[in-house]
């Protein structure tokens, strides 16, 4: 499974911009990858999995915004349609691997 982080913070205040490069840099810290810009996702095993990446990083939320997290199947991750440019490198490489090592 993936499951899907999707956000939008408030840039406006320097308190706005701590709590977003706070909040992003945990999730990456959580293994989650950029997909697109404020879209990141990571492998999980299956959704009881995901509940600990959730109570994970609501310990960082900011205090304004929006985020989402959706968990989507292999199967419904790879069938997902890129309209306009391409998989990047990193998606590439990982594909539906659990672990990759370089």
Do not use: W
Not at 18 to 32: A, S, T
Not at 59 to 73: M, T
């Amino acid at each position: 499974m993936r499951l899907l982080c999707m956000f939008d913070l408030p840039m406006e205040t320097t308190v706005d911009k701590r709590q977003y490069r706070i909040f992003r840099k945990e999730l990456i810290r959580n293994g989650f990858v950029m997909l697109q810009y404020s879209v990141y996702y990571r492998t999980i095993p299956n959704r009881s999995a995901g509940k600990k990446y959730k109570n994970a990083l609501q310990k960082f939320l900011p205090n304004n915004g929006e985020i989402r997290l959706l968990a989507v199947s292999e199967k419904q991750f790879d069938d997902m349609q890129i309209l306009v440019g391409q998989k990047s490198h990193q998606e590439i490489l990982v594909g539906n691997k659990k672990l990759v090592a370089i």
